[in-house]
């Protein structure tokens, strides 16, 4: 069996390499792709098989997603793009013949309102109407979206948003890649639709109180209309289109559009999920390393 995983040189597409591997899939049943080969040089030095795979370029997708038996299109990250890149990537399999694609969504990107969500609805329609077997991993928010800028909520004394008090239960990238590698080596899944999020939800003013009292050191939340806080963004460097995305996504958070209940990942799991309060221990202690 081979099982192909795209954005293997990202985060989520990594770990889910490495999910895999932890599950026992022998490394030359995997097939990492990218469009930077040399960042998974060392994948290739334990027996992965790396291919380059870019779906702005949809002339190789073919060629990536070959012999896939199983294939995992993890969404890109240009979201003016998205929807383009993943129809190649959709075409390319219906090319390759792959028997089952897996796609990475969005929580609730049947019903969501925000840019994210419209961008991934558009490519579950394409799978569908691809006629290729296929399973949606809706990925909520991940809990390191907040944890990697403890820095920055050190250095300001809070953390900014325009999420008001809307709560989101977020989980780990691990969580989803482990959630990933199981439906990957799994049976059963086909046609299935898994809304997936952390088992604890939080606002970000709870958020803030946690963050307080992990650091020691005093942390608010700091509501903010959209557009002052996509210009915070853009100030601190963002892309003005990523920035504004971020802050039409935290709205959608106030709507209750990055929650779901249904207890998809604990089961996928068989395990509860990673806590904020474990999120945040961890990312106190890499902190403080990193200070040392």
């Avoid at 895999?20 to 990218?34: D, K, N, Q, W, Y």
């Avoid at 291919?51 to 997708?61: C, I, M, V, W, Y």
């Avoid at 013949?97 to 049947?110: F, K, W």
């Avoid at 049976?187 to 109180?209: K, P, R, W």
């Amino acid at each position: 069996m081979s099982i192909v995983v795209t954005g293997a040189t990202g985060r989520l597409g990594r770990e889910v390499v490495e999910a895999l591997l932890r599950r026992g899939v022998p490394p030359s049943e995997i097939v990492a792709t990218g469009r930077d080969v040399d960042k998974v040089k060392d994948l290739a030095d334990r027996g992965v098989t790396v291919r380059r795979a870019d779906f702005t370029e949809p002339e190789d997708l073919a060629a990536a997603f070959a012999g896939a038996q199983k294939l995992l299109v993890v969404s890109t990250r240009t979201v003016n793009e998205r929807t383009a890149n993943h129809r190649r990537a959709v075409d390319a399999a219906v090319a390759a013949g792959v028997p089952h694609v897996v796609y990475t969504s969005i929580v609730n990107a049947g019903s969501a309102r925000t840019i994210l969500a419209e961008a991934h609805r558009a490519t579950e329609r394409d799978l569908l109407t691809s006629g290729l077997p296929g399973t949606i991993l809706r990925n909520g928010w991940y809990l390191e979206n907040y944890t990697s800028n403890l820095p920055t909520y050190l250095r300001y004394g809070s953390v900014a948003g325009s999420a008001g008090q809307g709560r989101v239960n977020a989980a780990t990238i691990a969580d989803y890649a482990e959630a990933a590698a199981i439906v990957l080596t799994g049976d059963g899944h086909i046609g299935s639709v898994y809304e997936l999020g952390g088992d604890e939800a939080f606002t970000l003013t709870e958020l803030a109180a946690r963050l307080s009292a992990a650091t020691g050191q005093a942390i608010a939340y700091h509501d903010l209309p959209a557009e002052r806080y996509a210009a915070m963004l853009t100030g601190a460097g963002l892309p003005a289109e990523l920035a504004i995305v971020l802050a039409d996504a935290d709205l959608g958070l106030a709507r209750g559009e990055l929650f779901t209940g249904s207890g998809d990942l604990r089961r996928l799991l068989g395990r509860p999920t990673t806590t904020p309060a474990e999120a945040i221990t961890a990312a106190v202690g890499l902190t403080q390393a990193q200070a040392s």
